[in-house]
């Protein structure tokens, strides 16, 4: 019943930006923790940025300030706006819902419960 689906990816030159769309369907973006993860080949996966149900988000020190999450909730749509992109920014992306759990001293855990299929992101002159 839930569907995370991807799309917005391909290829873009370096110094280029794409736009990356998780759209839900059976599920509510609005009230999970979204994220953006990417898996380059031979690489393990990683979580690229996330954005709270509250509207908090964290992101990973290589994307800082080059991408953004956000979220459309009337069109129950997550983004990634990827500027500055470079090489080492090729993989497949994909998004996923879950939630924050918070402990003391501001930790936190993630526990995602959905993933999309994932989209490709080329970035090459």
């Known amino acids: 019943q839930v569907q995370l689906v991807e799309s917005g990816g391909g290829l873009v030159q370096p110094g280029g930006s794409l736009r990356l769309s998780c759209a839900g369907s059976?599920?509510?973006?609005?009230?999970?923790?979204m994220g953006w993860s990417r898996q380059a080949p031979g690489k393990q996966r990683e979580l690229v940025a996330a954005?709270?149900?509250?509207?908090?988000?964290n992101y990973i020190n290589s994307v800082k300030g080059r991408f953004t999450i956000s979220r459309d909730s009337a069109k129950n749509v997550v983004y990634l706006q990827m500027d500055h992109l470079g090489p080492e920014d090729t993989a497949v992306y994909s998004c996923?819902?879950?939630?924050?759990?918070?402990?003391?001293?501001?930790?936190?855990?993630?526990?995602?419960?959905?993933w999309g299929q994932g989209t490709q992101v080329t970035v090459s002159s």
């Open positions: 996923s819902a879950g939630r924050t759990v918070y402990s003391t001293g501001g930790s936190y855990e993630r526990r995602w419960e959905y």
């Open positions: 059976g599920i509510r973006v609005s009230i999970y923790t």
């Open positions: 954005i709270t149900a509250t509207g908090i988000t």
